[in-house]
């Protein structure tokens, strides 16, 4: 019996065995820039950097955004990622002038990949996978780290310049700036940014939540005022084994997130949700970091286009599925929502629509949602019919 | 030339408690009659009805009719600053509402008119098969009770009785209150409970609810003063449950 969440991706990622890179104790190498925390033993946590040892441009290896879009194989992110060598120091969130950290913290504002050489205690071993962070390869204590001087991004030094700008503020600026979440988070990570006296390590679980919530909570604050979509529209997208449907109904802003893992272990089919009526939510997530990485993602969309919908987001995963954190979600719900819908006029020919691209009867979906169910049931209905007036 | 005064602010304070919940911005109309306020919410959920008359104010006066346009959440963080016994001033500048409190000191704030592209839409004109009147607290701690097992709330009425109600998954609640009115036939329709809180956000308004309720028809819930110099009233659209 599988029980929640959690414990599911435990035992999924505890069957991953794929041999992460091979390098001894000294390391010459790039970053492209990438950076680590830790969240076991907070706040005393493993933070530093993650180093691939080969020369040269290695951006790509640490830049999600750019793998789906340009359609890189599963087998190519996990090969970028088990490259990276993660070395690690204990360091106490708030000890911001650990000579360590100031230079985690010069990485994370880089611009360009930055040639580093590390020496570690031992030679790195193992390799990480999880559910939120992306995968990552050996990793050993470190006790010499030199890294190359470097040029650093416009957006990112101002923040981090200006002592005054809270963290959550900056986080804003930096999105409709247009910068990558990635370079967001990863300075957030290191405590790049905020009010002086509050700047922090902040684990890279934590952080992309964080950073995601922190720009969704902004977002909706647009969106809530925004005129509703007339159609039902259904946005789809299939990529690294997964299929992704993001149906948007024209009512005020509401979500749902359904994702059904079917065969990933072997002859198993669970579903996993969460939801949030119009007046929001207050406890975290139980399915964790993918539900606000999705609705991020979805608000981004309905803020850009000053539309306001309820978005209901249904998900399966298949056999070959590896969990490569939850930029997997993100960009997979850009992705789908960057095609162009197909569009309905009522709930039920939508989902008529979508249980025919879904493996799982749409009806296991439907018995397990709150919000779907809902909808299904009774509908808000507007003054429309009941009134005259000229806007 | 406008200017109003009022020697107790929560009046308007109490409406824009409720107002600033439904819409994010609004135009409210002044003349010599009074102010007053119709908007819909961008969902088009809610419509919310504002009249304050002349006698209402200590002092009013108003030389030529006034659209003022406010951010009801930047008018809401100023009203929020009265004190119980401040006397509460609007006057208007060029681009500006002016709203003073007078008490211990004078504090002036000047709130920026913005700029509305709508014509502020005109109430429907409904038939009701029932009106009654509650009190405001009943609906107020009935709203509790439903929450407890559901985010919806049916409002029944019949020939004794006015019911607010609860089916949720984890239980159900009903309140029953003998309206002693005079109803012929009997009413249901279900609402979105978040949406009745908003409404009744207004709590200092009025000690008594006039409710109208059809099936399947839009509520209006209406808070009256005793002495007929305002009224705050809402329509909200109503949910509908499907056929299957």
Redesign the interface.
Known sequence: MIGGKTAYLKKLTSKIHIKSIDVGTELDGSTPPSVFIGSWNYPKVYAGPMIAPQQGNTSIMDMPESWIPSNISQEEIIGYRLNLVRGKQRVEIKDLDNLLVEKLQEISLAKTSIESEAQFLKKPKGSSFSDEHTPHGPSALIEKFHIESVRWDHWLEKVFYDTDLKAADAVIDLHSKGLPFSSIQKAFSVGSMGVEKNRRLVPTRWSITACDSTVADKLLKEV?????IETYQVYEFSSLNNYYAVILIP??WQYEWMEAFLHVLGNEEVIFSDYE???GKKEYSKVGGCYYTCKMAVLEKLARDKK?ATAIILREAYNGYIPLGVFNVRENVRSALNQNPVEFDDLNNALDYVSNKLKLPIKRFIKKSNLLQEL?????????A?????? | MFKAVLTDPSILKTSFDAISSIVDEVQMQTDNEGLRLDALDRSHITFVHLELKSDLFDEYSCSEPQKINVDTEELMKVLKRAKADDVLELSLDEGNLIVTFEGEARRVFKIRLIDIEYEAPAPPELEYPTEFEVPFSLLKDSIQDIEIFSDKIIFTVDEDKFFASAEGEFGDAKIEYLHGEKIEEKAKSVFSLDKIKEMLKADKFSDVISLRLGNDMPLNLRLKMVSDDGELSFLLAPRIESEE
Do not use: A, G, M, P
């Not at chain 1, 809530?224 to 509703?228: A, N």
């Not at chain 1, 299904?376 to 429309?384: A, H, M």
């Not at chain 1, 009941?386 to 806007?391: A, G, K, L, P, T």
């Open positions: 809530r005022y925004c005129d509703i009512s005020e009526t119009n007046s306001q299904i049931r009774s509908r808000q209905t507007t003054l429309d009941f009134f005259n007036y000229s806007i």
